[in-house]
T-cell receptor
Framework: KQEVTQIPAALSVPEGENLVLNCSFT??????LQWFRQDPGKGLTSLLL?????REQTSGRLNASLDKSSGRSTLYIAASQPGDSATYLC?????????????FGKGTSLLVTP | KAGVTQTPRYLIKTRGQQVTLSCSPI?????VSWYQQTPGQGLQFLFE???????NKGNFPGRFSGRQFSNSRSEMNVSTLELGDSALYLC?????????????FGSGTRLTVV
């Protein structure tokens, strides 16, 4: 079974800092990798999807990279803002039993202070 | 464009009862999958449905079941509820199974078993 690990588990930074969230996975046979954010008590909001043939994706202040050979993905947040405070989850999309599933890490809880 | 709709948003049930949760995917999406989120275990995969067929199933007891209708709407059922079933249940839809298009999540159903 795909195991996904996210480091750090929690992070507190002052507004304006650039930061990197790390995600590692055990099985390089993932299809794609998707990053989400989750606000307390809410559902998941998709941030970026990196297809297996891609190395990175960018959206605004967010940049995510994928290195399947090393089993790693990183999410880079530039010029952090208090509104970025949330839990960030990475999920590898893998195939088994003729179907697909997202395998999630436990997340990184981010607090950006004014 | 409407997102993924989950109903109800909140439920309180008694041990031993059964419960049915509903998920309406984004219009045109044919794949629906379900996840359970708890503080201890994080997000865990329950099932994936595509064109009314269950394509993949996670490691949950048989008390957890689901189905998908011809309009792609999906329901999941939990019978003989246990205290440990208290969780946020999230539904995700995708254009196709496997998904080079990524997954979109609903806001979830918060189930409390007392």
């Amino acid at each position: 079974k795909q195991e996904v690990t996210q480091i750090p588990a929690a992070l507190s930074v002052p507004e304006g800092e650039n930061l990197v969230l790390n995600c590692s996975f055990t099985d390089s046979a993932i299809y794609n990798l998707q990053w989400f954010r989750q606000d307390p008590g809410k559902g998941l909001t998709s941030l970026l999807l990196i297809q297996s043939s891609q190395r990175e994706q960018t959206s605004g202040r967010l940049n995510a990279s994928l290195d399947k050979s090393s089993g790693r993905s990183t999410l880079y947040i530039a010029a952090s803002q208090p509104g970025d405070s949330a839990t960030y989850l990475c999920a590898g999309i893998s195939n088994s039993n003729s179907g697909y599933a997202l395998n999630f890490g436990k997340g990184t809880s981010l607090l950006v202070t004014p | 464009k409407a997102g993924v709709t989950q109903t109800p948003r909140y439920l309180i049930k008694t041990r031993g009862q059964q419960v049915t949760l509903s998920c309406s995917p984004i219009s045109g999406h044919r794949s629906v999958s379900w996840y359970q989120q708890t503080p201890g275990q994080g997000l865990q995969f329950l099932f994936e449905y595509f064109s009314e067929t269950q394509r993949n199933k996670g490691n949950f007891p048989g008390r957890f079941s689901g189905r998908q209708f011809s309009n792609s709407r999906s329901e999941m059922n939990v019978s003989t509820l246990e205290l440990g079933d208290s969780a946020l249940y999230l539904c995700a839809s995708s254009l196709e199974a496997g998904s080079n298009y990524g997954y979109t999540f609903g806001s979830g159903t918060r189930l409390t078993v007392v």
